[in-house]
């Protein structure tokens, strides 16, 4: 009886396995149905990968007849997206546009324009030399800059423009010109690159301190830290009544004040100091008159120790 051929033992004559020996008689003489079934296993990895990025049917030819592959079901249409809406006009003023109140609006914006307008008129006359004049004018800037705040909240105009573009003229006139004048002050009585790192730092801290009021809740009572323009009225004072202080104390000082306008202490508002006793006014009043350089430098003192002492303060009461 003949062995059948899957039985068959290798010979020495045949070197190569018999497995392989009869997938290739397979290949070359086996039946359609076999030759299908090596198609379909050799083509599994392909037709897979086809099948995953397929966007339509696919034949796929196993030897016998072609299988149609169903098709990727049919996505619903995407609508079309809609038309970008008109951009709306953005009122400056809100409320009712009534002429008086535009007029209230302009008169209101145009004390933020004059402010602006005197802090760079402040920093062209301190190029030129004239640092008392300079001086001067960030004075005038800063009674501009409290005379738009008051008009606004009583002629009722206040607005988001508003505040914004008195944010952005309180950078320029004493983030900027406040130190560009101090820097012309100091220039001939301290080191160069002493007297520009700390005007340098006044610019910075003021930027700090607006962005941070901008952002931050209201307090009624208390700043977080010196405001820009207390600051800029401490500067432009020092130079304007010229103090007899050694020139590297001035840039302690100019320092000190860098500082505290980024401080998270309290001080008090210019509204609450001016509702103190009367008694209390009467040392600087007294003082003023005696020597009103001296006086100028401890009520700067004052208020800058004050914050600290009312931190100190609320902590031990909160404890």
């Known amino acids: 009886m003949a062995r059948t051929p899957w039985r068959r033992r290798r010979t020495t004559d045949s070197p190569r396995p018999a497995g392989r020996r009869w997938a290739g008689r397979l290949r070359r003489g086996g039946t ?13 990895s392909q037709d897979a990968g086809r099948a995953a990025t397929a966007t339509q049917a696919e ?4 030897g016998l007849e072609p299988i149609v592959a169903p098709a990727r079901l049919a996505l619903p249409p ?16 809100p409320g009712a ?43 005038a800037c800063v009674a501009f800059d409290g005379l738009d705040g008051a008009l606004a909240r009583k002629l009722g105009v206040s607005s988001p423009f508003g505040a914004q573009m ?22 001939h009585s301290v ?30 009572r208390f700043f977080s830290g010196v405001p820009t323009t207390m600051a800029a009225a401490v500067l432009a004072l020092a130079v304007l009544i010229d103090l007899p202080i050694p020139g590297l104390a001035l840039l302690g000082g100019v320092a000190l004040l860098a500082f505290a306008m980024v401080s998270s202490f309290p001080y008090a508002k210019l509204a609450r100091i001016i509702k103190l006793p009367p008694w209390m006014w009467l040392v600087p009043i007294v003082g003023a008159l005696v020597d009103p350089r001296l006086t100028f430098v401890g009520l700067v003192a004052a208020y800058l120790v004050s914050g600290p002492l009312v931190w100190l303060r609320t902590r ?4």
């Open 78 to 93: 995407a609508s079309p997206a809609p038309a970008p809406a008109e951009a709306e006009v953005v009122s400056l003023l």
């Open 59 to 62: 034949v796929i030819y196993t």
């Open 32 to 44: 359609a149905a076999r030759q299908a079934l090596l198609v379909r296993v050799g083509r599994r």
């Open 97 to 139: 546009h009534t002429a008086r109140r535009k007029a209230s609006f302009a008169i209101v914006n145009g004390c933020t324009l004059a402010s602006l307008a005197l802090g760079m008129m402040a920093i062209i006359l301190s190029m030129q030399g004239d640092v008392r004049l300079a001086a001067a004018c960030l004075v």
């Open 191 to 220: 080191p160069t690159p002493a007297a520009a790192l700390a005007c340098v730092m006044v610019a910075g801290c003021a930027a700090i301190r607006l962005a941070r009021f901008n952002v931050s809740p209201k307090d009624g």
């Open 166 to 187: 008195d944010s952005l003229a309180d950078m320029c006139s004493f983030g900027l010109a406040a130190p560009v004048v101090v820097y012309a002050s100091l220039s």
């Open 316 to 319: 031990h009461t909160a404890v």
